[in-house]
């Protein structure tokens, strides 16, 4: 009696001894019937040793017997294990002998017992395992696949680093009957049951791909990071801008041609929002080359087609979109994490043709009004004259206030240096001294 394993490493041809172990053979077959170890990983290899295979979890701690699985199914109470059965005659001595896992017992409730999990050794006289698992068959053919598995790189816990499965179980003879309330599937499972984050069985980590799609690759990844870079010292707004679609950049211009010039000839298209021919600074002298900003970008198309190599001048201009981002850097931006900041309906953003660009703000002068709430550090109002906080009163400290002011403007004497008001100090003064000395006489 065999059964046939495909896995993701070759197939492995297994015979059964169901007449020495007909439960355990019994409960490998019907499982095998019902689809139970089709995409199963092998979670547990360790060289020299064994594999270890059958839990739909893949952690060592799941599987159940097919009376368990069948009593699941009806909605009824069943053993999650059945009892093993241990043969003195059949070891573990060759390389390749399949055994059933025997689950501890866990206190009394659950008792130890073979469920699903089974494994094959990978090594020869393994006398360890002799009467703690329950071996039910050989491995006949597939022995370069064992090879294959005992080479496999494993992590800390003896789990591939690259999923190896069983693609599909055909079982090429089965003497036993199956039990009652057996229901076999129509198709077998097209995803694995465990939740793996693992290479793919079918992946190729080591795949190269063809020289020009790397170096495109490579190319992008160069230019993110450099992108990365400019944001970081500030030559660009942010690592994924864009040049605006509605701004043309002309060049080899007549260095008389002015702004009001190609303003004038390019306005035929649309409406235009800017047109600057770029100076130098010191001397103001053209540098022959413009950029137009455009309302729309259907206007800045019509333009780039019908005035490619015109004659303005006496020169014939060239045409292209704008690659510049400067003005984006310093009037633009688009913070992916805060998002557009929207004026509450004053007025929608947007510039070269993205609605998701919007002006930077930096001062208050330059923001909406925030009524009475704080301002900027670096904002200055009033034409840069400094204003003093004060502290918030409570209403009973306001009216005191208001009194002590009321009583400073209270009338009094600032020219304390008039005549009049010297005499009459000088007479007080005579007339308290005459009292005190009309006092000691007494």
Same mark, same amino acid.
């Given at each position: ?44 290899? $360790? ?64 008792? &130890? ?17 002799? &009467? ?6 050989? *491995? ?28 599909? *179980? ?70 994924? *801008? ?33 047109? @600057? ?24 198309? @019509?333009?780039?087609?019908?005035? @490619? ?9 060239? *045409?292209?979109?704008?690659? $510049?981002?400067? !003005? ?59 204003? !003093?906080?004060?502290?918030? !009163? ?29 005499? !009459? ?8 001294? $005459? ?8």
């Amino acid at each position: 009696m065999s059964v046939l394993f495909e896995t993701s490493l070759g197939d492995i041809v297994i015979d059964l001894e169901t007449e020495l172990c007909p439960k355990t053979c019994e409960n490998f077959l019907k499982l095998c019937k019902v689809y139970y170890y089709n995409l199963n990983a092998f979670f547990n290899v $360790s060289k020299d040793f064994l594999a270890q295979v059958g839990d739909p979890t893949a952690t060592g701690t799941g599987g159940e017997s097919i009376w368990s699985l069948i009593a699941s199914q009806g909605g009824k109470p069943a053993p999650r294990y059945f009892t093993p059965e241990f043969i003195p005659r059949l070891k573990h001595r060759q390389r390749g002998t399949v055994s059933m896992a025997v689950a501890p017992a866990v206190a009394e409730e659950h008792k &130890g017992g073979c469920g699903s999990q089974f494994f094959i050794t990978l090594g020869e006289n393994i006398e360890y395992l002799d &009467g703690k698992h329950a071996v039910f068959g050989h *491995v006949v053919e597939g022995f370069e696949t064992l090879d294959k598995l005992n080479d496999v790189f494993v992590d800390q816990d003896g789990r591939p680093l690259k999923d190896v499965r069983i693609r599909h *179980v055909e079982i090429l003879e089965d003497p036993f009957e199956d039990p009652p309330g057996l229901v076999v599937p129509e198709s077998p499972p097209t995803r694995p049951p465990d939740n793996s984050t693992r290479i793919a069985e079918d992946e190729d980590p080591l795949e190269t791909l063809p020289e020009e799609e790397a170096e495109e690759i490579r190319r992008k990844k160069a230019a993110q990071a450099s992108a990365l870079t400019l944001e970081m010292v500030g030559d660009l707004p942010f690592a994924n *801008v864009r040049p605006p679609e509605n701004v043309l950049f002309v060049c080899k211009l007549n260095p008389v041609t002015r702004d009001e010039d190609l303003e004038l000839i390019f306005s035929r298209f649309g409406t235009i929002i800017s047109c @600057q021919v770029i100076r130098d600074k010191k001397t103001g002298d053209s540098l022959q080359y413009a950029f137009i900003e455009f309302d729309k970008r259907e206007d800045a198309e @019509q333009a780039y087609f019908k005035m @490619q190599n015109v004659l303005v001048d006496d020169r014939r201009i060239w *045409v292209d979109f704008s690659q $510049s981002v400067a !003005r984006l850097n310093t009037h633009w931006s688009n913070d992916v994490k805060m998002g557009p900041r929207r004026s509450g309906g004053r007025g929608k953003g947007g510039f070269g043709g993205r609605d998701d660009l919007e002006a930077t703000r930096r001062y208050r002068g330059q923001s909406e009004d925030r009524g009475d709430d704080y301002g900027m550090v670096f904002d200055v109002p009033d034409g840069g004259k400094r204003h !003093r906080r004060s502290r918030s !009163r409570s209403p009973r400290r306001r009216n005191r206030s208001k009194e002590r002011s009321k009583r400073s403007q209270s009338p009094r004497p600032r020219h304390r240096d008039d005549g009049g008001y010297r005499e !009459r100090r000088r007479s007080r003064s005579r007339e308290r001294r $005459s009292r005190e000395r009309y006092d000691r006489r007494r």
